[in-house]
């Protein structure tokens, strides 16, 4: 099963696989989301939702339809629970797609749900350098931070992902936390 799965990957890459969308794509793609950064910081929570959401999207086309349906399958491995099988699908996107960020942010997700923190973190790493305003990316990184009981580094992590997304679910809570417990053995 795993050896055909691979092969399929394979197969759909090969097959399918279409250039990457072309520079003026890009550069609109470019501008739209600079202006939905821009009007994230100003917005309110629930507007906040709303353009997070269209960033993501963004994010998510690769410009191939084959790269697209290959974190498709991941994504839907992941939820499933299927962690193997995500992060076959997910590999074989990374080895076809080096420079789509959201491929590795992907993986990384599965590498940390298979309890595999080192991977996870070479994964994000790679997101933040494709992708340095990848809010989601930057929670990430600062929950492994948070696990494996680095407080002071995963509330800079998190503190610099508020600083892209003010309204990032669940991180203005674990920033309070850590400020308070980095405070406590700083005394």
Known sequence: MKLRLRILNLVVAAVLALPLCDAAARAAGAEDLDRLFFDLQGADRAEARRIAD????????????????LLERGNA???????????????????HAPDFAEGWNARALAYFHAGRTGPAIADLQRVLALNPRH????????????????????LEVYRAALAIHPHLDGIEDAVKRLEAKVAGQEI
């Not at 269209?54 to 339809?65: C, F, H, N, Y």
């Not at 499933?80 to 080895?95: K, P």
């Not at 809010?135 to 995963?154: K, S």
């Open 77 to 95: 491995a992941l939820e499933q629970g299927e962690i193997t099988e995500a992060i076959d699908h997910l590999t074989a996107l990374t080895d």
């Open 135 to 154: 809010f989601g990316a930057l929670a990430g990184f600062g929950a492994i931070l948070e696990t494996i009981d680095r407080p002071a580094q995963a």
């Open 54 to 69: 269209d960033i993501e999207r963004i994010w998510s086309r690769s410009g191939s339809a084959a790269m697209d349906l």
